[in-house]
């Protein structure tokens, strides 16, 4: 990657330092606005300057694109590296530079397709500088997490995903204005205090476990109820009762089915699908309670 220094222009001629900065200049803001989709000669034009030109430069657009990329990492590099010496608390300073990094990734289409290690494609964050940038994200957020403002069962590359995720929403939606919103609905998820007690996520699984048994039909009621009429169903259908069978089979099922399995409340019959076997949510609840004991 050709590194955008004083040493990465040297030799160079006062007129051709101009005539890269220019370039380079106009390449950050076309690359913003349209990402890889524009040509070298486009720069070119709008940087009024010969293509050639922009060729002795940058050999190739992914050159160009990398450079740019690097200029605007190192932005905030060295925006999360002031942070982190600032005198606000650690949630704050955490935060802030989160929300930064989504910010100018929205708008920068070279930033977020960089982030992204752009698929397909050769150009991307050099490692040194994307290592950089990581350690800088991973200060703020171990920072933050001893001082109990971010909740601690995310790292680093957790924080990335979400940022580049962010990013994405509020470009899709920056006409409307609620990829703002959303940014501030992602950060808050981050927050210690955003994650749920024990109590209720067992609560939830509780409830789950139980919907799902209904759903499938997995029940003790109607499966005991079954045994015992399969017991006398081979006799029953030699002496010629086989209609009469399955009429009272399904008679004796249907009656059983219909008083909750937890406090024996008469359930009302369905007319289609399986027969319930609790009375409500309540009861469901209590018995996979009693079931985990």
């Known amino acids: 990657m050709i590194a955008d220094t004083p040493e990465a222009e040297g030799g160079l001629r006062a007129d051709a330092r101009r005539n890269r900065a220019r370039v380079l200049d106009v390449a950050l803001e076309t690359f913003a606005t349209e990402g890889m989709a524009v040509t070298l000669g486009e720069i070119a034009r709008r940087a009024g300057v010969g293509a050639g030109t922009v060729y002795r430069h940058f050999p190739s657009k992914e050159r160009l694109f990398e450079e740019v990329l690097a200029r605007r990492t190192r932005e905030l590099v060295t925006l999360g590296r002031v942070l982190a010496e600032d005198g606000a608390d650690q949630g704050v300073r955490f935060f802030a530079f989160f929300d930064e990094v989504v910010a100018q990734a929205a708008v920068n289409r070279a930033l977020c397709d960089g982030f ?18 990581l350690s800088v994200l991973g200060g703020l957020l171990t920072a933050a997490q001893a001082s109990g403002d971010v909740r601690d069962d995310v790292d680093t590359m957790d924080v990335h995903a979400l940022i ?55 029940g003790s009621v109607a499966g005991a109820a079954g045994s015992e009429v399969a017991g006398g169903l081979a006799g029953d259908v030699a002496g010629g009762r086989a209609g009469e069978v399955v009429r009272e089979a399904g008679s004796e099922v249907a009656g059983r089915a219909a008083t909750c399995a937890q406090c024996g409340k008469v359930i009302e019959a369905s007319r289609t699908g399986r027969p319930a076997r609790f009375c409500g949510p309540a009861c469901r609840q209590k018995a996979h309670r009693a079931a985990r004991r």
Do not use: C, M
């Not at 050769?122 to 950089?132: D, P, Q, V």
């Open 116 to 133: 992204h290690a752009i698929s397909g494609r050769e150009t991307k964050l050099s490692a040194e500088l994307f290592a950089e940038y």
């Open 164 to 218: 580049w995720g962010a990013a994405q929403i509020e470009a899709t939606r920056k006409d409307t204005g609620g990829g703002r919103h959303l940014t501030r609905v992602i950060a808050e998820g981050l927050r210690a205090d955003a994650t749920k007690p024990a109590a209720v996520e067992r609560e939830r699984n509780e409830t789950l476990a139980g919907v799902r048994d209904e759903t499938r039909g997995g």
